[in-house]
């Protein structure tokens, strides 16, 4: 019953963890639905989020809900600014250009960080005001930070999917996602759509990022954990929403079993191995179809 | 005698049946088009046979050999070269560059001989340069032998583009629109071009063209497509008549 | 401007076009050799190192600056030729067996990557690298009885037969005879078949294949020739710094090496070699900024990320042929004065070019 028991705590916290790579393959995903460029600084984009959370509560104090709203008011800012003076210039160069300009925006925001007084190479917490606390579901007890990010997960999914179902806008990126040209012949502003793209990537990083706080504290080095995210969507087939959510989940309950079952060490890779053993036999991913390119 | 022959052949996108039950023969030294308004299949056809897409059924013979299962990059070197519709070059490198690529089909040195630069690689090159300098003398592109090709004029690309299939020594030679984007004067160098590759260099030619003007000077037979299916097969005159073909483009 | 008159299809495939690029080759290469009798031991050291690091460049280039496949993980090819070679020596193998060894076991990663990952798109290869490094990475952590885990090894001298590599001079010469053989057979491949393809590959893949490219073959042997080279580089690496970690071979070193070729100047031999001075010189020069703008030291870390960053953007942004590209225009600027049209340079946009296979 122990054994059960334990494994159930696994699946629970392993999925939690699962749900921010998924939130972070859901950055990735949405920009290269809409731009065909892998963003690598996204993991980066999540640890700036998180070091400005800590920033609004835990410095300013301001109540909870507050600075992670505005702590995602920011990213998207960042996001959209980002786009506008680094990647719109680079319209119509190869994907291969940008996504070296990618990594390099990475690198940029690390070292922001690093050098920002109060900031550095520190490690800080949130105190989000349910940490600490466990909630009891059906014999398997969970930790409540663990909890409430299974919780946003599925509340910023749902909005998502209704926004991208049911408003114009979200139609428009849509359209935008499917074609480019077709989507500028009918009168959508591309330009402004692939900004706002990449403001909602980086305002849903800046939110697993404070989420996370709790769990990881928030260092610089969070970034990595963005990086296997990119499993997580590759698992998904990257272009496709559901299945970075899926993808996500698998490799955070992976990570959890490989860290209780397999030798030390096994944890840290589990989500690399588990990345390239797809590659290899599924390069389309678990759920993606093939498509060839149009000539 | 019948150099290309597709029996049967299908494919389906997603519920769509772009090519549908498409048969065609091809004979050798013939140049045969193909005409059909947009989202009818051609390009998909040359997909097919090019070996990009799989086909769902059917069968691809070229010169008495069943390809339709051929991995896609031993296509070229039984002999059948194709441009695309919308250039497709090595847009970093130069015209010479473009067209020597074409040869890699045609030539297997070895990696140690390449790596070491030995005579015989230095040979073999210098016989791909002699091939690749008739082709640009044929195409008149001595002007811009070694320039970038990124930085051309549209029509220029074009006909580096037909130089670089060329150079791959094909028997049979697929255009895809090779004369869109190209202006009156430039298309009547294609029709002559396109007579001389058949008539001098014997290679026979299948192109899909919207201009009726040049389908109708250098086409042997025509074929009219059409939501996947064969409309009509014949001489120019014959197809321009059809009242099927009509009514097609006519959007019936 | 120096306008050959070619009378021979021989004289656009040899390696010096005409005689004044010959002369200027030489007069390097003058320079090359007289440079022990000239510069001081820390001075001989830093070319040692710039001429690892341009072996390890011309592998990197190969790869993405002429087959445009990007990798986030060479470090570990170079940590699979560095613990390689001290694992070899260690058990006393000779250097002439050893270091042909250490980049074989380097390549062969190489192939075994490349035969899982070769039939994904261009971008996907970054992700597979990435990974791959960091569980190259973690295995030369725990296998401790192999690899000394975080304590590393120690890497003794190089000896050939009676001759021991013991001065900073011979490791020099061993070292610029080693880069000069990779620049070699990597000209000899570029203006080959093999050449030829890769980058057709990088331009447009579907005509290469249509041309009779084999993608996927072309994309392994390129990713094996390529680690191999930085294998190589990491064996010397290994001698260079006599002591190793896994914390050398993180992905630092592998966005090192990336930075290395953009701002080299992709797609050119020159900008391996350009840009391996260029990182051997870029920490001195972040050094001196940090003391020009009194930062405090602690910053080390976040300068270095920053400037790495930065140069990365600021070069695909503004010059993406990199230094060399920069030199190219420099010089015809000056051959043709006052001639020169900004236009003559300027990038094609590519619209409606998708990569995109899903």
Known sequence: MQGLNDFGQMLLSGASIGCVYAIVALGFVLIYKASEVINFAQGDLMMLGAFLGYTFIGVLGMPFLVGVGLAMLC???????????????????????????????????????????????????????????????????????????IIAAIVLIAALYAFFRYTTLGLAMQA????????????????????????????TAALVGVLLAPVTFVHVNMGFIGLKAFPAAVLGGFGSIPGAIVGGLIIGIVEALAGFYLPQGFKDVAAYVLLLVVLALRPQG?????????? | MTLFEVRNLGRSFGGIQAVRDVSLSVAEGEI???????????????????????????????????ITRLAPHRVVELGIARTFQNIELFENSSVLHNLLVGRHCRASTGFLSELLFTQANRRVEIEHREKVEGIIELLDLQAHRNAPVGGL??????????GRALAAEPRLILLDEPSSGLNAEETEDLAFWIQDIRDDLGITVMMIEHDMGLVNMVSNRVLALDRGQVLAVGKPAEIMENPRVINAYLGG | MHVPMQTSYDEDIRLFRHRVAA????????AVLAAPAILGDYHLLQLSLV????????????????????????????????????ILRAEGWPFLLSLPAAGAAAGLLGLVLALSTSRLAGLYLAIATLAFAFIVEEVLTRWETLTGGSFGLMVGRITFGQVTIDAEWKFYYLAVGLLVLALLGALNLLRSRTGRALTAIRDSEISAQSLGVHPARYKALVLTISATLTGVAGALYAHRIQFITPDQFTILMSVELLVLVVVGGLGSLHGAVLGAIFIVVLPQIIVMLR???????????????????????????????????RWVKVKLYLDIFPYYRKATFRRQRLFQKSERLR
């Open chain 2, 153 to 162: 004029a549209y029509g220029i690309r074009k006909v580096v583009e037909l």
């Open chain 1, 176 to 203: 935008t996602s499917q074609s480019q040209l077709a989507a500028y012949h009918v009168g959508i502003p591309v330009k402004t759509i692939l900004s706002m793209i990449w403001a909602i990537s980086a305002a």
């Open chain 1, 286 to 295: 678990l759920f993606g179809q093939t498509a060839a390119k149009k000539v």
């Open chain 3, 291 to 325: 003391d020009a703008f009194a930062i405090s030291s602690a910053y080390q870390a976040g300068l270095d990320a920053g400037v790495y960053g930065l140069l990365m953007v600021l070069f695909m942004l503004y010059e993406p042929r990199g230094l060399h590209g």
């Open chain 2, 32 to 66: 045969f088009s193909i005409i059909g308004p947009n989202g009818a299949g051609k390009t998909t056809l040359f997909n097919l046979v090019s070996r990009l897409y799989d086909a769902d059924s059917g069968q691809i013979v070229f010169a008495g050999r069943d």
């Open chain 3, 51 to 86: 001429a690892i690091y341009a072996i390890a460049g011309v592998g990197v280039m190969l790869l993405v600056g002429y087959a445009g496949q990007i990798s986030l993980g060479h470090a570990a090819f170079l940590a699979a030729g560095a613990y390689g070679e001290a």
């Open chain 1, 75 to 149: 990213m998207g800012l960042v996001g959209a600014a980002l786009d506008r003076v680094v990647l719109r210039p680079m319209v119509g160069q190869p994907v291969f250009a940008i996504v070296i300009i990618t990594i390099g925006i990475g690198f940029v925001i690390r070292s922001v960080v690093i050098v920002t007084p109060g900031w550095g190479t520190e490690t800080y917490t949130i105190a989000a005001p349910y940490a600490g606390g466990v909630s009891a579901l059906g014999g398997v007890t969970v930790g409540n930070e663990h909890l409430a990010i």
């Open chain 3, 23 to 30: 002369l200027w080759y030489a007069l390097l290469a003058a």
